[in-house]
Every structure is written in structure tokens, then in C-alpha cells.
């Protein structure tokens, strides 16, 4: 077995690798291997990317990696099996130890080392696995790649990388595999593939693709010496099946043909050039101009990886006089091997490190500078036949193939940013941030107008607890004011019954009278200053709410218009203290007048002699015990004669006074006996008697029967003509009973009803005196002074309607009106009945609703209209208020629904 000589060894020696080159036996030949023990950077992790086992770290700066070379032995043919059948093959593999023997002769044979050998029997899968595959990894990690076959003609280099594989998939060549892995391991969704298949026939660039575009250049980048060929057609591979027939129509344009040794020849190179393109995203390279929103998703910065795959079918380099080519084939074999030779040439001097290189002594040269000596990861398959009658060529071939393993080339994988990309990103973000903006702009909105409204409703809030209290505050200051006049008036009707009672009134009783009543009207200048007080922190509570913050121009003409309301309340309250002083003036004068009468006058007995009438009401008196029956009034008043009877209210003897009274009394009961009673006297007798303060007893009686005299008309003008009001009312302010109260206050009720004594009676003090009773508080009582008032206030509305009367209500001028409210929800049912008919009947009067408002009436009257048991009256509450434009302008302010 004959060695290889010392220079080659050297050479293989200095390749670098860890591979090629021959060794001498026994010497530390190191097995090559396809697979780089490198690992290339970014590695998507696919399950091609796995079965790389491919380094390419610090790809920026490139790594080195040496060409590698594998050889494939072709079967023998049709043709060399009946040829040579008596010769042995020209070569022996040894593909375990990854060696090549040539023979020389019978004894003596070179041996070759590659980085692989594949016998006849290899199969189409394992070449590709091996030879092709590490290179489409590297592809589809970013690194340029070339995979190429070289041999003589007919040895296989078409049959190796670009068998379809149509009818048998086993069959398939580099091509189709390549196509295959590279389909499955990209994105569509990011990811391209594209493909050129071109030609080079007799020194010019021709697309297979396209055959008319048959010249086309190539342009070499001058700073990075990137081969490229603009001019080719590029065509977008998303599936396998197009890309076969894409290969198909390329084929269907190769130019090819029928030598001697192939009946298939290809007469061009072919390059398929597969370009692919990847977005990597990297979180780590974003940039600054975002890094401030950090509430977005950071955008990654969008870099691709621009990769190509060239695959060269070789033309077969050939000896003319062997493939019978002449003519124009003769030229095309020029060509072929012009174009070979010079690539030869070019390995040669990358080999052997030479300063030159002749790259562009051919256009193949130009195309494959990238993968010789570029920055492509490159695989070469030499294909031989195993004939040894052309153990020549296929010398050649191996020695090729052996050189070219010396080539070191640089590995670089070419990154570069996706601008596109990247801004369609940050397109996106923007239309992001924008809807985010919006939506952050709505939210605010919304919260703007949720604190108006609430700002709104605490205003409103604030106005009606305002309103409320200002209300509170006057009716307040209203009752202390009646109040204090309530104080005045029982002073003043004390002072009357004092002054009638003492005949020797003296001067000391008055002066104590007059320093009462001027403590009093102290009391009311305090509750006066007080009521000042109250409306100047009114004032500054306005002027607070005046702030513009608070509320509107709306609201402070409101408050001016309360404020003014107040300050003419306040008014009013002045002017009526003033009327009560001069009330006083004249109540210190009259006691004076009257003090001065009595003391002229003196006092003396009026009535005497009636003891024989007396004897025969004490025989009456006596009968009715002793037969067990009362006699009829009548029979006695018939008996003894009426006349004798009045004269006997006037007995000095205290017993028939009081016997004489009650028959009186009994007989005014009657209808019938009234006018004969009045005419005879009785009526003057009867209100003499309710001067008896010594007995409270004849005065009850009395006052019972001028309540009976009192239901009749004509006698209720007697009554009033005969002072009978004053003499009432004194009566009314001094007695305690409850039962000659209520008759007093039943007499003055009758009284009441009637139109034309009006004035008189009020004039004369009887609205007063029926006030003053309410002091007694029971029941009975307050539903005669009840009656009595719902009486007047009826008169009074009958008058005010009829037109004969104007002015607001003596009722109200008297002061009643407190009581009245007070007393409108009594649970007294008659006490309640008669005072709701009496404020329907005020308030018929529209002079009369302010007062009513501001002494609380109008909530009354409301509630009347709503919830009186009796329906006329809840009507005419409800007429009345409706008919009434003060109230319903009060209403209205009030939101009150009537
Ligand atoms: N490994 C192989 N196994 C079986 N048949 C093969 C093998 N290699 C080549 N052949 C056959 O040999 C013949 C020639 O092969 P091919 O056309 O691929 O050679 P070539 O090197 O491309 O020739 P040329 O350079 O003239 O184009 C074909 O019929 C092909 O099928």
C-alpha cells in the first residue's frame, strides 16, 4: 500500500480542523467529521437545531471553518459493468475509517483521507444528513452556506443534490431534503424563504426561472464582498410542492446533454440560492426612546437574520476526447472546464495561504468567492466513478477534493435591524398608548362630572338645611314673641279683675302692675336683640354661603330675600311691642278712672225683702224631698210668679240666692221661658250675679243660664247691650272652677256667632277673655273656646266674602292664632273639630295667609287636607289652599303638594 508524498502530508498537516489531508500509516491521523463540535449562537431550538451539533460562537467576529469534503463512489453503470467486468474498481473505501484508496496498480494504491466517504451503497438520506444538513442548520441559524458537488461528468453530482425523487421519495437529493428541513423549521408568521435558480452557461448568468433573463450580473458588496444577483427572479417558497415544481421548471431549462459518458450531461453549473429570512426579537436590545412608558409592554427590537443556501450542480469536467464532445459541445466543455480549472486554481492558492487569489478568472469563481475563503459554512461532495479507465479524472477529482479541504473560511452570521418590523411595532404601541389615553380621558371625565353632581347635591342639601333652620329660627322668635304677648294680656285682664274686685284700689298695686308689665317689655327688647343676634349671624352665615365656591347668584338673592323677610318680621314684632305700650298707657289710665269712680260711688246692698218668697222655694224644696219627686220648674215658676223669682237672685241671704239662680237657671233652659226671663229682668239679674265672687256657685249657675239666654239672637244683642261681654270676660279672668269657666266660655262662644256684634265683642275684650280661659287647660273649656273662635272666624269669613269686611282677622290681631295652631292637632276630637273649622275659615280670607304662614298655620291646613277624618272639612282645607295665591306661592316654595 503506496502512501501519498511528504508535501501533501504537510499540507494536511497545516488544514487545520482536526481533518483531511493524508496521513501516513500508523501516524496520529485524526478522523474529520462533517458535524462541527461548535455550536452556532441563538439557536431556536428546533429539532433540526438539535441534531446540530455545530459551534459558531462570537459570530460577529466570525469562526473559523475549514471546508469540508466528503466523496461519493457512483455504482458502476450499464455500460462499465459489461466494460470493465474483468477489471477491478479503481478505488477502495474504507468509509468506517473514513479513507479512500486509489489504486495506482495491482500493488500499489494512494490513500485519501475526507471528512466523509460514502460507498456505492450510500444512501441519498445519509449523504444529505451528512453532507448537507449541518450546513442548512447553520443556514437557518443565520450563516451563509454552500454545499457543492464536483466530479467528473456522469459521476453523480445531479443524481446527489438535485434528484426529485418522484416516483421513489427515497431517492430525493440535497435539494428537496434541504427544502424540506428548511420548511418545517422557519415561521411563516415571521419567517421567508425565497429562491433563485440560476445557471451558468458559457461564462453567462442565465435563470432558470425565467430563461429569457439569460445575462445577468453580479454584484459584489465592497465592504462586506457579499455576492448577490439582483437580476435573478425571486421566488417565495410556503410549500414543498411548489418548490418541486419550481425545480422542475429550472431543470426543464438546464441545458443539457447526450455525451458519451452521460446520456443526461449537464453543460452548465447550476446554483439554487435559497434565501432565508428570521425575526429574532431580543428583550434585551430595547430602546431608550421607550423605556419611559414603563406601564407598556416593551417592544422588542426587531432583528433579522438574512441567510443564504447555495447549492451547486457542477458541470462535469470531462476529457473531450472521452465524452466525444465536439462542436458547440466542444466549446461548452471549454467553458466547463475553464470555469473548473479556474476554481481549481482559486482553492489552490486559498490552500496554500497564497496573497492571491484569482477569483475573478471566471464568473464560477465570482459566484462561489463566498464559499471559498468567504464567510460561508461549506461542503463539498466529489463524486467518483469507480471505472478504472478513468482513474485520471478521478486522480483529479480527489486531489480537488483534497485541497479544498485546506480552505479555511470565516464563518459570520449577518444580523441586521427590521426597521419595518420595528415600526409597524411601534405603530401598534402608539395606537395603544392612544387607546389607553382615551379611555384614561373618558375616566376622567366621568369622575369630573360625578363631583359636580355630587357637589350639586350637597349644595342643594345645604340650601334646604338652610331654609329649614331660617324657618325654625322664625317660627322660634314668633312664639317667644306670642308668648310674651300672651304674658301682657293676662297681666292686663288680672289688672281689670283687680281693679273691679278692689273697690279701694290704691295707687302702690298699680305701680307694682305697671313695673311687671315693664319687666316684661324688658323681656321682649332682650328677645328683640336676641331675634338681631340671630339675623346678623344669618347675615354671615349668607355671606359665607355667598362665596363663590359655594353657590350661585341664584341662591344669594334667595338669602337677601329671607334676610328681608326677617328684617320686616322684625319690624312688625317692633311695632306691635309699641302697641302694647300704648295698650299699657291706657290700661294705667283706666285703672286710674276706675279707682276714682269706686272710691266716689261707695258700695251698697241692692236686694232684700223676698223672705216669704224664699220660705215658699224652701216649702218647694221641702215637697220635693217629702214626695220623693222634683216639681216641675214650671209649676213653681207659675206658683210663685217668675217675677217673684228674679227678685229672689237678689236675696240678701246668700242660701236663697243660690236656690234662686238654679230655678233661673233651669227655666232658661227652656226656649219658652227666654224672653220672658230677659223681659223681666232676669237677664240683668243673672250677669249681676257673676259680680258674687263670694260664691262660685251662683256664679256657675248664673253664667250657665246667660249661656242659655245666649243661644237666642235677639238676646244675644241684650246681653252685649247690657255690658254682659265685660262683666263675662271679668268673670272669664277671675274664676277657677272649670265648670263657670265653661259656661263663660259656652255664653261667649253663642255670642261669637253672631255677624253683627263683631266688633263689639272684640272690641270689649271677648276674644281675649276666651284666650285667657285656655289657662284652665281642661277639655270641656278649651272646646267652648274652640267653638267660640271657629264662631268669630267664621262671622269673620262670612264678612270678608260678602265684602264688609277687610283687614286680616281679629282673631289674629287678638292673638289667637298660636293657640289655634297649637291646638289644630288636639286629641280632643270636638277641641280638634272646631279648629280646623276655624282655620279653613281664616284662612278663606287671603289677608290673613301671611300671618297664617309665619304662625305655622299652612302646615296645619295641609295636613287638614290630607288626613281630617271628616271629608267636607279635608275638602274645604283643600279648596281653601288652592284658592289661596300666598299659600300657593308658599307651597310651591316649600314643595309642598296640596
Ligand atoms: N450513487 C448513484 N447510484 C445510482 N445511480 C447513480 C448514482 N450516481 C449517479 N448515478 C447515475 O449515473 C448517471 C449519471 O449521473 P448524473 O447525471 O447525476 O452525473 P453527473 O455527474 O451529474 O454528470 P454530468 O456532469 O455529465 O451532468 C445517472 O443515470 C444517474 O442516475
Known amino acids: 500500500m503506496a502512501y501519498r508524498n511528504g508535501s501533501m502530508k504537510a499540507a494536511a498537516a497545516a488544514g487545520g480542523g482536526g481533518g483531511g489531508g493524508v496521513r501516513p500509516p500508523g501516524s496520529n491521523i485524526k478522523s474529520s467529521s462533517f458535524k462541527s463540535r461548535l455550536h452556532p449562537p441563538h439557536s431556536s431550538g428546533s429539532a433540526l437545531r438539535r441534531s446540530s451539533t455545530g459551534n459558531f460562537a462570537a459570530a460577529a467576529d466570525g469562526v473559523p471553518g475549514r471546508v469540508r469534503v466528503a466523496v461519493r463512489l457512483r455504482p458502476r453503470n450499464e455500460e462499465e459493468l459489461h466494460a470493465d467486468a474483468d477489471f477491478a474498481d479503481c478505488v477502495e473505501l474504507q468509509a468506517e475509517l473514513k479513507r479512500l484508496k486509489l489504486r495506482k496498480n495491482n500493488w500499489e494504491a494512494d490513500t485519501y483521507e475526507f471528512d466523509e466517504v460514502f460507498t456505492e451503497f450510500a444512501s441519498q438520506k445519509r449523504v444529505y444528513e451528512v453532507v448537507a444538513k449541518p450546513v442548512v442548520e447553520s443556514v437557518l441559524d443565520g450563516y451563509n452556506g454552500t454545499v457543492m458537488a464536483y466530479g467528473q461528468t456522469g459521476t453523480g453530482k445531479t443524481f446527489t443534490l438535485g434528484k ?56 459584489e458588496d465592497p465592504k462586506t464582498g457579499d455576492v448577490s444577483l439582483p437580476g435573478a427572479t425571486l421566488v417565495e417558497i410556503r410549500d414543498q410542492q411548489s418548490f418541486v415544481e419550481l425545480l422542475r421548471i429550472g431543470e426543464a431549462h438546464r441545458i443539457a446533454a447526450n455525451t458519451k459518458l452521460n446520456t443526461e450531461s449537464s453543460r452548465s453549473h447550476a446554483l439554487l440560492m435559497v434565501h432565508i429570512k428570521r425575526s429574532v426579537g431580543r428583550d434585551d436590545a430595547v430602546s431608550s426612546e421607550v423605556d419611559d412608558s414603563s406601564h407598556l409592554v416593551k417592544p422588542s427590537k426587531p432583528i433579522v437574520r438574512r441567510s443564504k443556501l ?112 420595528l415600526s409597524r411595532k411601534l405603530e401598534m404601541q402608539v395606537d395603544k398608548l392612544i387607546a389607553e389615553n382615551e379611555r384614561q380621558q373618558k375616566e376622567f371625565d366621568d369622575e369630573v362630572e360625578k363631583i359636580n353632581l355630587e357637589a350639586q347635591d350637597r349644595i342643594a342639601e345645604m340650601e334646604k338645611n338652610f331654609a329649614e333652620a331660617l324657618e325654625k329660627e322664625t317660627l322660634k322668635y314668633q312664639m317667644e314673641y306670642m308668648e310674651s304677648v300672651k304674658q301682657l294680656e293676662e297681666k292686663m285682664v288680672a289688672n281689670q279683675r283687680k281693679q273691679g274686685r ?117 216649702h218647694s224644696q221641702y215637697k220635693d224631698s217629702g214626695y220623693g219627686q222634683i216639681a216641675p220648674i214650671n209649676t213653681l215658676c207659675e206658683q210663685v210668679g217668675l217675677q217673684k223669682i228674679l227678685s229672689l237672685l237678689e236675696s240678701e241671704d246668700p242660701s236663697v240666692r243660690i236656690h234662686a239662680v238654679k230655678v233661673v237657671a233651669n227655666l232658661a233652659a227652656e226656649e219658652a221661658n227666654q224672653q220672658r226671663i230677659v223681659e223681666s229682668g232676669g237677664l240683668t239679674s243673672l250677669l249681676m250675679l257673676l259680680r258674687s265672687f263670694e260664691d262660685e256657685t251662683v256664679r256657675r249657675v248664673a253664667a250657665g243660664a246667660i249661656a242659655n239666654l245666649a243661644m237666642n239672637e235677639a238676646n244675644q244683642e241684650l246681653i252685649m247691650a247690657q255690658r254682659g261681654i265685660s262683666l263675662l270676660s271679668m268673670t272669664a279672668a277671675d274664676a277657677e272652677d272649670p265648670q263657670t269657666l265653661r259656661m263663660v266660655a259656652g255664653a261667649i262662644a253663642n255670642l261669637c256667632g253672631n255677624d253683627k256684634l263683631q266688633m263689639r265683642l272684640r272690641s270689649e275684650g271677648g276674644i281675649k277673655a276666651l284666650l285667657g280661659m285656655v289657662r284652665c287647660g281642661h277639655a270641656d273649656v278649651l272646646s267652648q273656646v274652640a267653638r267660640g273662635i271657629a264662631n268669630f272666624a267664621k262671622c ?36 280638634r273639630r272646631h279648629i280646623e273649622l276655624a282655620l279653613c275659615h ?52 316649600l314643595r309642598i303638594e296640596c
Open 164 to 219: 426529485l425523487g418522484d416516483d421513489d421519495t427515497s431517492a430525493r437529493g440535497i435539494m428537496v431534503r434541504a427544502m424540506e428541513d428548511i420548511l418545517v423549521d422557519i415561521s411563516p408568521e415571521t419567517d421567508s424563504v425565497s429562491v433563485s435558480y440560476l445557471q451558468l452557461y458559457m461564462e453567462a448568468i442565465q435563470d432558470l426561472l425565467d430563461p429569457a433573463n439569460d445575462n445577468i450580473s453580479i454584484v
Open 310 to 421: 447555495v447549492l451547486v450542480d457542477l458541470a462535469g469536467s470531462e476529457r473531450v476526447h472521452k465524452s466525444g464532445s465536439e462542436g458547440h459541445m466542444l466549446e461548452e466543455a471549454k467553458y466547463i472546464n475553464l470555469s473548473l480549472s479556474a476554481l481549481g486554481k482559486c482553492i489552490n492558492a486559498l490552500a496554500e495561504n497564497s496573497s492571491h487569489v484569482p477569483v475573478r478568472d471566471s464568473k464560477l469563481t465570482r459566484l462561489l468567492k463566498d464559499s471559498f475563503g468567504g464567510s460561508a459554512r461549506t461542503s463539498l461532495i466529489v463524486t467518483i466513478g469507480p471505472s478504472p479507465r478513468h482513474r485520471g479524472e478521478t486522480t483529479s477529482t480527489i486531489l480537488f477534493g483534497q485541497r479544498a479541504m485546506k480552505v479555511e473560511n470565516m464563518l459570520k452570521i449577518k444580523e441586521e435591524f427590521d426597521y419595518k418590523s
Open 502 to 618: 278692689d273697690s279701694l284700689c290704691n295707687g302702690e298695686g298699680i305701680a307694682e302692675d305697671v313695673h311687671d308689665v315693664k319687666r316684661l317689655l324688658e323681656n321682649e327688647i332682650q328677645l328683640r336683640k336676641a331675634a338681631e343676634e340671630e339675623v346678623n349671624k344669618l347675615k354671615s352665615q349668607l355671606e359665607q354661603f355667598m362665596k363663590p365656591e359655594v353657590g350661585g347668584d341664584a341662591e344669594i338673592l334667595k338669602l337677601h330675600k329671607l334676610l328681608e323677610e326677617e328684617a320686616s318680621k322684625k319690624n312688625e314684632l317692633e311695632e306691635q311691642i309699641k302697641s302694647l305700650q300704648s295698650q299699657l298707657l291706657q290700661m294705667t289710665f283706666e285703672a286710674d278712672q276706675t279707682r276714682r269712680c269706686l272710691e266716689r260711688s261707695g258700695s251698697g246692698n241692692a236686694f232684700g225683702g223676698l223672705d216669704s218668697l224664699m220660705s215658699q222655694v224652701r
Open 796 to 831: 269673620e269669613s262670612r264678612a270678608a266674602t260678602q265684602g264688609t269686611r277687610t283687614g286680616r282677622s281679629l282673631l289674629v290681631e287678638d292673638g289667637a292664632l298660636p293657640w289655634i295652631v297649637q291646638n289644630a292637632n288636639n286629641e280632643a276630637a270636638p277641641i
Open 842 to 893: 281664616l284662612a278663606q280670607h287671603e289677608a290673613n295667609a301671611k300671618d297664617m304662614i309665619g304662625g305655622g298655620a299652612l302646615w296645619e291646613l295641609v295636613r287638614i287636607s290630607r288626613d281630617c277624618s271628616r271629608e267636607d272639612i279635608r275638602s274645604l282645607a283643600r279648596r281653601t289652599l288652592n284658592s289661596s295665591p300666598t299659600f300657593r306661592a308658599e307651597m310651591r316654595r
